[in-house]
């Protein structure tokens, strides 16, 4: 099991930037495949950007395809930058762990506790 411990949240304007950071710890082989995903309240989650960890593919939700940027710090960091944040990217963000290089939130198996990114208007 991977453990996922999520920081870097917090208030910013529209047109601001953050960085959200997710440390994984105990990662198994295999597992190589780390993704942000956020819900708003009252909404689904929804999938934001996912990373292989081993190669470093990329793939990114439309709605932040272009402000968003995913990345690997070192062997136990992946990043999410995030630029010209909008009202609409509040939410809780959740970085989670899974083997399949995927936007659909039922093939991670671990996730973190979430971090709280509010953006006003």
């Known amino acids: 099991q991977v453990q996922l411990v999520e920081s870097g949240g917090g208030l910013v304007q529209a047109g601001g930037s953050l960085r959200l950071f997710c440390t994984a710890s105990g990662r198994p082989f295999g597992v190589n495949i780390m993704g942000w995903f956020r819900q708003a309240p009252g909404k689904e989650r929804e999938f934001v950007a996912a990373?292989?960890?081993?190669?470093?593919?990329t793939t990114y939700a439309d709605s932040v395809k272009g402000r968003f940027t995913i990345s690997i710090d070192n062997a136990e960091k992946v990043n999410l930058h995030m630029n010209n944040l909008k009202p609409e990217d509040t939410a809780v963000y959740y970085c989670a762990a899974g083997r399949r290089f995927t936007s659909t939130s039922s093939f991670y198996d671990d996730w973190g506790q979430g971090t709280q990114v509010t953006v006003a208007s």
């Open positions: 990373i292989n960890w081993k190669g470093g593919s």
